[in-house]
């Protein structure tokens, strides 16, 4: 049966940094629900014998990765300001969680194509060019069936070197999705010579399929 409620979409874009970094994404989640209830929002909830709040996270945030441009999407049963959205859940959030921005509007997340991220490595290589020429990156990986030996050529779509810093677009979203900790480590299997040593990841920006920042 069709769910015949009026309700209202909204699609939050908040940073997550600091400490929150080691939260886990489940149970953050967890912890997200309880501050939208200390809060009192209006979150609709599914119909059927085990009701859910209608609130879903894009891209699962990696343990240790801080970022600056996490989407979340829910639905309240009541219209609500945008405003006294992001300033109640500001007020509860746990440290290292700040709700950038509030809009009204149909998901964005069916649009995630690419994520940009930046990569703070112990060691820079003198250049990228040799690999990124290279026509299949082999790497293991860790798919939905299990670790495997995978191609992620066709998921860098640019990688770029900045001072002490390293740039890279990588695909993203529910068909496609690769961690810039795999490219790294590509780096550092094709690379000749190259050790990045330990690194700091940041996913800076998310975009859809024409390379439009999701904002």
């Known amino acids: 049966m069709a769910d015949e409620r009026i309700l209202y979409d909204y699609y939050i874009i908040y940073e997550k940094t600091d400490n929150a970094k080691y939260i886990?994404?489940?149970?953050f989640v967890r912890a997200y629900n309880r501050t939208m209830r200390r809060v009192g929002l209006p979150v609709a909830f599914s119909?059927?014998?085990?009701?859910?709040?209608l609130l879903s996270f894009a891209l699962p945030l990696s343990v240790g990765y801080t970022s600056g441009c996490e989407l979340l999407e829910l639905r309240l049963?009541?219209?609500v300001a945008e405003e006294d959205i992001r300033d109640r859940l500001n007020a509860a959030a746990p440290r290292g969680i700040r709700i950038l921005s509030v809009r009204r509007g149909k998901s964005r997340m069916?649009?995630?194509?690419y994520a940009l991220y930046t990569v703070t490595p112990e060691s820079m290589p003198e250049s990228v060019d040799g690999?990124?020429?290279?026509d299949k990156i082999i790497i293991d990986k860790k798919t939905k069936s299990g670790v495997k030996d995978t191609d992620v050529r066709p998921d860098i779509r640019e990688i770029r070197l900045l001072?002490?810093?390293i740039e890279m677009v990588l695909s993203a979203g529910s068909d496609r999705n690769l961690k810039p900790d795999v490219v790294m480590k590509a780096m550092n299997k094709y690379i000749p010579g190259y050790d990045s040593g330990d690194c700091e990841y940041h996913r800076t920006a998310i975009y859809d399929g024409e390379m439009k920042t999701i904002e």
Request: net charge negative.
């Open 24 to 27: 886990s994404h489940l149970d």
């Open 47 to 53: 119909e059927g014998f085990n009701p859910h709040p």
């Open 77 to 79: 049963a009541e219209e």
């Open 110 to 113: 069916k649009n995630l194509r």
């Open 131 to 134: 690999f990124m020429d290279m």
């Open 163 to 165: 001072p002490g810093k």
